[in-house]
């Protein structure tokens, strides 16, 4: 069975400050892994995706996102939060079959 | 590069009437779903396609229903709509090959059953 573990649903940092969007999943065979970002009144689009290539993996909007298998985490992080990252993130995990497993999302707030 | 489209955008809904969501893909993708969102409690499977033909449950199918005669298409039909249809609705599709194992969403139908 896989699922998704998102810690905090609700994560407040300043303009400027590290984003940190935790994620743990469980999966019994080697996973995709992926964050979403969905603003306000739109879809889910793909921020970044892990298929084993690389375990630090760069996405758009410069938000990156760590494959550690020893923790079973895919954290998502970003150096310095800006006004425009404000949104939902979720954290989904994939293996065989494109059956897919959303963590319940985190809303980030970033305060000027 | 249109993606899922899915539509109508926003509708209001009586108790008791039906409705379809229309949803249609331009990707070839095999995989098709549709998810519902709540406030706060993140993303439920309703119903997902495997291919033409081939349509099973998801987490929370009752009140709904699914047909998938083409590659392309997936609409969700709402039968006797009730209160707690209350949601937001996104289709998505996803397939392999170069893009590999990537689910891709629609911008997503706002329901209100009043």
């Known amino acids: 069975a896989q699922s998704v573990t998102q810690l905090g649903s609700h994560v407040s940092v300043s303009e400027g400050a590290l984003v940190l969007l935790r994620c743990n999943y469980s999966?019994?065979?080697?996973?995709?892994l992926f964050w979403y970002v969905q603003y306000p009144n739109q879809g889910l689009q793909l921020l970044l995706k892990?298929?084993?290539?690389?375990?630090l993996v760069k996405g758009i909007n410069g938000f990156e996102a760590e494959f550690k298998k020893s923790e079973t985490s895919f954290h998502l992080t970003k150096p310095s939060a800006h006004m425009s990252d404000a949104a939902e993130y979720f954290c989904?995990?994939?293996?065989?079959?494109?059956?897919?497993?959303f963590g319940t999302g985190t809303s980030l707030t970033v305060i000027p | 590069n249109a993606g899922v489209t899915q539509t109508p955008k926003f509708r209001i809904l009586k108790i008791g009437q039906s409705m379809t969501l229309q949803c249609t893909q331009d990707?070839?993708?095999?995989?098709m779903y549709w998810y519902r969102q709540d406030p706060g409690m993140g993303l439920k499977l309703i119903y997902y396609?495997?291919?033409?033909?081939?349509?099973d449950k998801g987490e929370v199918p009752n009140g709904y229903n699914v047909s998938r005669s083409t590659t392309e298409d997936f609409p969700l039909r709402l039968e006797l709509a009730a209160p707690s249809q209350t949601s937001v609705y996104f289709c998505?599709?996803?397939?392999?090959?170069?893009?590999?194992?990537?689910?891709?969403f629609g911008e997503g139908s706002w329901l209100t059953v009043v």
């Open positions: 998505a599709s996803s397939g392999q090959g170069s893009t590999g194992n990537t689910i891709y």
């Open positions: 999966s019994s065979v080697p996973p995709y």
């Open positions: 892990y298929t084993s290539a690389a375990t």
């Open positions: 989904a995990v994939s293996s065989t079959g494109n059956q897919f497993y």
């Open positions: 990707m070839n993708h095999n995989y």
């Open positions: 396609s495997v291919g033409a033909g081939i349509t």
